[in-house]
């Protein structure tokens, strides 16, 4: 067998094809909370292209066997004996970063197809660089070809919705080389060894011997490997006292983060969790052995304080543990690095408690503020890695990390644009469960003034005060709140989802679609002075709902402090950017229609129609009217595109009935549309 180092886009140039054979499982990588193989590959790649391209990430092996069959032309065949999940993934992406970039960068579309995904002069199966094994492999061809029925519910099609999804989110309208960097950072900078069989190797048995496997060796592994065979004469000592003690007090996981956060704490925010034993490698290399052995007491020690960081309750001041164990509720590992360098300066006396605790309350206001504007997360990786170096010596206080962090392209919010962005932004879809939890329940203990009741057990859950599905008398009663040209139906998708209409009860399930009386009741008994507030009104309709955003979106400002006065107010558009993820994500065969969209995003189904017609949005032909037809003033973005949206939607698979409307049971609603992008919901 022969091994060699290659990018992916080494690897899958040239005339050839790669055959998933009958003995291989189908595709099954997939994007949730039990197994998310598509997500840890996405955050990898969004680490890799922040990093200023100095990296690579190693993906693993690929085996390859020669194909016995031969082909015409010269195409090379191979026989995929070991990889096909991380090469169909591959594959998948390529074809979602060709649709995305199609209608506004054909040459890279084209670069993509014809050097990655086919073999432009082969014909028949012979086309395809990538052929699956047979049950995946009609899905597989359609998404090549864009074909109608492309990206449906298997697990090929979900993979590539996924990534579409992705894709809408990644890309920031105001950079137009950041895609093009993506592709980049995907052909060359994802490495794999490509290990090649002999022609009379047995194929089947190296199969079953690879899927074999013992537990692989962790970054912290290798590391300890390198650390002991460098401390010859103090490697049982420093074994015994330091490694073992830090080594038992973390998991694999937490060990292999401590290490990671070694290096970004010392000031290398390009640091990469996939290149840790590398990176520190390089930097013991020039180490004598006494300072090794003092390197692994500061990383004792630091194991130590990363351990309060994860576990609030052993940090024994209890200010700073009151301000750890809110971070840990937040749940992003995002804030370990500056929450370890806090911990590190209040034990130096750089900062005193007080002084550190409301340092970190000011990470926590940016990570709060982003959310209920409506900010993508993804680089907030980024931002938070770099906080440590920009703060250079700078001891990290309260008005050192809000100077940092109200710098250029942070994207702190404003007082303003929070009291605007409460009133109109779908909070409810916004972030994950906890961080919304998380938000209405220091909401709620900002007005209890020392009282306090026990969140953990009190199974609160989110409550729509005004319900997600309203009934007639709900309806009735916000139609006398309508505009001349609104709905009941627009009235309560503009603020259904909103801060000003979501609370914390135990009470839910009895709660569901009851009338406001019956709910007041309920709430009016509840141990939450929140909702003892909302049951004090006689209805509950838009002009309350918006009243309650106001007033909570005070308490926002005043909880979670904002910017300096340096800030950039950069511009908050209405959430377009959440749209194409939102529609991205809906398969062919399925529909949906503009009040959906709007009630997801926040906005008015009248402004997306408008946005649908004249700007390309992914699957913008199967936003609908309510009742499933297809609205008259439906316009493709591309003035040359004249082909019927409802034959392409015939094509898809859609079902139309005998007065041109689409099947109900096809549509997705707006619940429906915000779980196929959200991580979670209530």
């Given at each position: 067998?022969?091994?060699?180092e290659?990018?992916?886009?080494q690897?899958l140039?040239?005339?050839?094809?790669?055959?998933?054979?009958?003995?291989?499982?189908?595709?099954?990588?997939?994007?949730?909370k039990?197994?998310?193989?598509?997500?840890q590959?996405?955050?990898?790649?969004?680490?890799?292209?922040?990093?200023?391209?100095?990296?690579?990430?190693?993906?693993?092996?690929?085996?390859?066997a020669?194909?016995?069959?031969?082909?015409?032309?010269?195409?090379?065949?191979?026989?995929?004996?070991?990889?096909?999940?991380?090469?169909?993934?591959?594959?998948?992406l390529?074809?979602?970063?060709?649709?995305?970039?199609?209608?506004?960068?054909?040459?890279?579309?084209?670069?993509?197809?014809?050097?990655?995904?086919?073999?432009?002069?082969?014909?028949?199966?012979?086309?395809?660089?990538?052929?699956?094994?047979?049950?995946?492999?009609?899905?597989?061809?359609?998404?090549?070809?864009?074909?109608?029925?492309a990206?449906g519910?298997?697990?090929?099609?979900?993979?590539?919705?996924y990534?579409?999804?992705?894709?809408?989110?990644?890309?920031?309208?105001d950079?137009?080389?950041?895609?093009?960097?993506?592709?980049?950072?995907?052909?060359?900078r994802?490495?794999?060894?490509?290990?090649?069989?002999?022609?009379?190797?047995?194929?089947?048995r190296?199969?079953?011997?690879?899927?074999h496997?013992?537990?692989?060796?962790?970054?912290?592994?290798?590391?300890?490997?390198?650390?002991?065979?460098?401390?010859?004469?103090?490697?049982?000592?420093?074994?015994?006292?330091?490694?073992?003690?830090?080594?038992t007090?973390l998991?694999?996981?937490?060990?292999?983060?401590?290490?990671?956060?070694?290096?970004?704490?010392?000031?290398?925010?390009?640091?990469?969790?996939?290149?840790?034993?590398?990176?520190?490698?390089?930097?013991?290399?020039?180490?004598?052995?006494?300072?090794?052995?003092?390197?692994?007491?500061?990383?004792?020690?630091?194991?130590l304080?990363?351990r309060?960081i994860?576990?609030?309750?052993e940090?024994?001041?209890?200010?700073?543990?009151?301000?750890?164990?809110?971070?840990?509720?937040?749940g992003?590992?995002?804030?370990?690095?500056?929450?370890?360098?806090?911990?590190?300066?209040?034990?130096?006396?750089?900062v005193?408690?007080?002084?550190?605790a409301?340092?970190?309350?000011?990470v926590?206001?940016?990570?709060?503020?982003?959310?209920?504007v409506?900010?993508?997360?993804?680089?907030?990786?980024r931002?938070?890695?770099?906080?440590?170096?920009?703060l250079?010596?700078?001891?990290?206080?309260?008005?050192?990390?809000t100077?940092?962090?109200?710098?250029?392209?942070?994207?702190?919010?404003?007082?303003?644009?929070?009291?605007?962005?409460v009133?109109?932004?779908?909070?409810?879809?916004?972030?994950?469960?906890p961080?919304?939890?998380?938000?209405?329940?220091?909401?709620?203990?900002?007005?209890?003034?020392?009282?306090?009741?026990?969140?953990?057990?009190?199974?609160?859950?989110?409550?729509?005060?005004?319900?997600q599905?309203p009934?007639?008398?709900?309806?009735?009663?916000?139609?006398?709140?309508?505009?001349?040209?609104?709905?009941?139906?627009?009235?309560?998708?503009?603020?259904?989802?909103?801060?000003?209409?979501?609370?914390?009860?135990a009470?839910?399930?009895?709660?569901?679609?009851?009338?406001?009386?019956?709910?007041?009741?309920?709430?009016?008994?509840?141990?939450?002075?929140?909702n003892?507030?909302i049951?004090?009104?006689?209805?509950?309709?838009?002009?309350?709902?918006?009243?309650?955003?106001?007033?909570?979106?005070?308490?926002?400002?005043a909880?979670?402090?904002g910017?300096?006065?340096?800030?950039?107010?950069?511009?908050?558009?209405p959430?377009?950017?959440?749209?194409?993820q939102v529609?991205?994500?809906?398969?062919?065969?399925r529909?949906?229609?503009?009040s959906?969209?709007?009630?997801?995003?926040?906005?008015?189904?009248?402004?997306?129609?408008?946005?649908?017609?004249?700007?390309?949005?992914?699957?913008a032909?199967?936003?609908?009217?309510?009742s499933?037809?297809?609205?008259?003033?439906?316009?493709?973005?591309?003035?040359e595109?004249t082909?019927?949206?409802r034959?392409?939607?015939?094509?898809?698979?859609?079902?139309?009935?005998?007065w041109?409307?689409?099947?109900?049971?096809?549509r997705?609603?707006?619940?429906?549309?915000?779980?196929?992008?959200?991580?979670?919901?209530?």
């Amino acid at each position: 067998m022969k091994a060699s180092e290659t990018t992916v886009g080494q690897f899958l140039q040239g005339e050839t094809q790669f055959v998933v054979p009958l003995y291989q499982r189908r595709y099954s990588w997939q994007h949730g909370k039990d197994k998310d193989h598509l997500g840890q590959l996405w955050d990898d790649l969004m680490v890799l292209a922040g990093d200023g391209g100095v990296t690579t990430h190693f993906l693993g092996s690929i085996v390859l066997a020669p194909s016995p069959a031969t082909t015409a032309g010269g195409l090379t065949r191979w026989i995929v004996v070991d990889g096909q999940q991380r090469l169909t993934t591959l594959s998948v992406l390529l074809c979602a970063l060709r649709d995305h970039v199609a209608g506004t960068n054909g040459t890279l579309a084209e670069k993509i197809h014809e050097h990655r995904l086919v073999n432009k002069y082969a014909t028949g199966n012979d086309r395809y660089r990538l052929l699956p094994t047979q049950e995946d492999r009609s899905s597989w061809m359609e998404l090549v070809e864009r074909a109608p029925a492309a990206g449906g519910e298997d697990r090929i099609g979900s993979a590539y919705r996924y990534f579409r999804t992705k894709l809408a989110e990644f890309d920031d309208p105001d950079d137009d080389t950041d895609v093009a960097t993506l592709e980049q950072t995907v052909t060359g900078r994802l490495a794999l060894v490509s290990i090649s069989a002999h022609a009379d190797d047995n194929v089947h048995r190296i199969f079953e011997s690879l899927n074999h496997k013992g537990q692989p060796l962790t970054q912290a592994d290798l590391l300890r490997n390198y650390l002991f065979m460098n401390l010859p004469t103090m490697g049982d000592h420093v074994y015994t006292t330091q490694w073992l003690p830090l080594q038992t007090m973390l998991d694999d996981a937490q060990l292999d983060e401590l290490v990671w956060l070694d290096l970004v704490v010392a000031g290398d925010e390009k640091a990469t969790q996939t290149a840790i034993y590398r990176l520190q490698q390089a930097r013991l290399d020039h180490l004598s052995e006494e300072e090794i052995a003092a390197w692994v007491v500061r990383l004792h020690h630091r194991a130590l304080l990363l351990r309060r960081i994860l576990r609030p309750a052993e940090e024994p001041v209890p200010v700073l543990r009151a301000a750890l164990d809110r971070l840990s509720r937040w749940g992003s590992t995002v804030v370990h690095p500056i929450a370890l360098h806090v911990l590190e300066a209040h034990e130096a006396d750089l900062v005193d408690a007080e002084e550190g605790a409301r340092a970190l309350r000011v990470v926590e206001s940016f990570l709060v503020r982003r959310m209920l504007v409506g900010i993508p997360t993804n680089n907030l990786n980024r931002i938070l890695m770099s906080l440590v170096k920009e703060l250079g010596g700078n001891a990290p206080t309260a008005a050192a990390i809000t100077r940092v962090l109200s710098g250029p392209r942070k994207r702190f919010p404003t007082d303003q644009q929070v009291r605007e962005s409460v009133l109109v932004e779908p909070f409810y879809f916004s972030g994950r469960g906890p961080q919304r939890r998380f938000v209405l329940r220091y909401l709620e203990e900002d007005l209890r003034h020392g009282e306090q009741i026990d969140f953990d057990l009190a199974a609160l859950s989110i409550e729509h005060v005004l319900p997600q599905k309203p009934s007639q008398q709900w309806l009735t009663e916000l139609a006398a709140e309508a505009d001349p040209d609104e709905t009941a139906e627009e009235v309560h998708a503009s603020v259904v989802n909103t801060l000003g209409n979501l609370t914390l009860t135990a009470y839910n399930a009895q709660l569901s679609n009851s009338d406001f009386d019956v709910k007041r009741v309920q709430l009016a008994d509840s141990g939450l002075k929140t909702n003892r507030s909302i049951a004090e009104h006689d209805r509950w309709g838009r002009a309350e709902i918006r009243a309650r955003s106001r007033a909570l979106a005070d308490q926002v400002v005043a909880i979670w402090p904002g910017p300096d006065e340096s800030a950039t107010a950069y511009p908050i558009e209405p959430r377009w950017r959440l749209m194409s993820q939102v529609l991205a994500s809906v398969p062919a065969g399925r529909w949906t229609s503009y009040s959906d969209v709007a009630e997801v995003i926040g906005s008015h189904q009248v402004a997306v129609g408008a946005r649908l017609a004249t700007v390309t949005t992914p699957n913008a032909h199967r936003v609908l009217k309510r009742s499933g037809h297809i609205s008259p003033e439906f316009r493709w973005p591309d003035p040359e595109r004249t082909d019927d949206p409802r034959q392409v939607l015939l094509a898809e698979g859609v079902r139309f009935d005998e007065w041109g409307r689409a099947e109900q049971d096809q549509r997705m609603d707006a619940e429906q549309l915000m779980a196929m992008v959200a991580e979670d919901r209530d």
